[in-house]
């Protein structure tokens, strides 16, 4: 499952303001099964032009079970933080 939330403050170069998460769980098959939690950061850099990536946070669980539950904790607490999920592909 992966999710790309958004938040835009209103300026007059829309760009420059954009800030956004990717957040996914994704099952990892190694020598054990290992489900993960990825919340990823990007934000507009007005120097150089374009998005950059500056910020990601993995966690690993053993049940998948665990792993949906904080997921389900990130998805809220970016939602409180304004946040809306403006693409979501399942």
Excluded: P
Aim: proline share 0%; with cysteine.
């Amino acid at each position: 499952m992966q999710e790309l939330f958004s938040r835009t403050d209103v300026r007059e170069d829309l760009s420059s303001a954009t800030e956004s998460y990717e957040l996914r769980l994704d099952d990892s098959l190694s020598d054990r099964t290992v489900f993960c939690v990825t919340k990823a950061h990007a934000r507009w850099d007005d120097v150089i032009k374009k998005v950059v990536w500056d910020e990601r946070q993995v966690w690993e669980f053993e049940t998948l079970q665990a792993a949906k539950e904080w997921y389900a904790k990130q998805r809220l607490t970016l939602d409180l933080k304004g946040f809306g999920c403006s693409d979501r592909n399942i």
